[in-house]
Structures are given as structure tokens and as C-alpha cells.
């Protein structure tokens, strides 16, 4: 019996001047289901191997950490401390 490959869904990606970050949703053919993240750097342009992948636990730590992120975010905005999101260089 053949099996399918598995579903890669393109999440999109977080592109900086250092290099960017690929967000990819995989489902195997059991319905088995991650996140992986793949980084390449700036001055290479090709694909590195999968950085971390995220199980349901990971990825509901990751959605933890980017809530707590626009929280601080929020409160030195508001505080002063941040007038925007922008690179250092």
C-alpha cells in the first residue's frame, strides 16, 4: 500500500537583513501534525536543514510567547521606552 507524502503548507516567513526564518505546517500521512522553522542566512539564499519543529505543546508555547511578546511590547510603548519595532542597523 502506498502512502502520501506528507503536507507541507507554507506559513509564511520573517525575512531581516541577518537572514530569515521559514514557518512550514507538516502533516504526515497518520494526520501526525508540526511546525517546523528553517533559517538560512542573509549571504547564503540557500535552505538550511529544519531548525527546531514544534509539536501541539511547542507550538502552543511559541502562540504563549508571542502573546507575552505584544504585551511588552504594549507596556513600553505605552511606558515610552519603545517608540517602534526596527532593526539596529
Known amino acids: 500500500?502506498?502512502?502520501?507524502?506528507?503536507?507541507?503548507?507554507?506559513?509564511?516567513?520573517?525575512?531581516?537583513?541577518?537572514?530569515?526564518?521559514?514557518?512550514?505546517?507538516?502533516?504526515?500521512?497518520?494526520?501526525?501534525?508540526?511546525?517546523?522553522?528553517?533559517?538560512?542566512?542573509?549571504?547564503?539564499?540557500?535552505?538550511?536543514?529544519?531548525?527546531?519543529m514544534l509539536d501541539a505543546q511547542g507550538y502552543e508555547r511559541l502562540r504563549a510567547i508571542v502573546r507575552g511578546t505584544d504585551g511588552v511590547i504594549d507596556r513600553l510603548i505605552r511606558e515610552g521606552k519603545v517608540r517602534r519595532m526596527a532593526l539596529p542597523y
Open 1 to 52: 500500500m502506498q502512502q502520501n507524502p506528507p503536507l507541507h503548507v507554507d506559513l509564511g516567513s520573517i525575512e531581516t537583513l541577518l537572514g530569515s526564518l521559514q514557518f512550514t505546517f507538516v502533516v504526515d500521512a497518520s494526520g501526525d501534525a508540526h511546525i517546523q522553522v528553517s533559517a538560512s542566512g542573509a549571504s547564503g539564499g540557500t535552505k538550511s536543514d529544519v531548525l527546531l
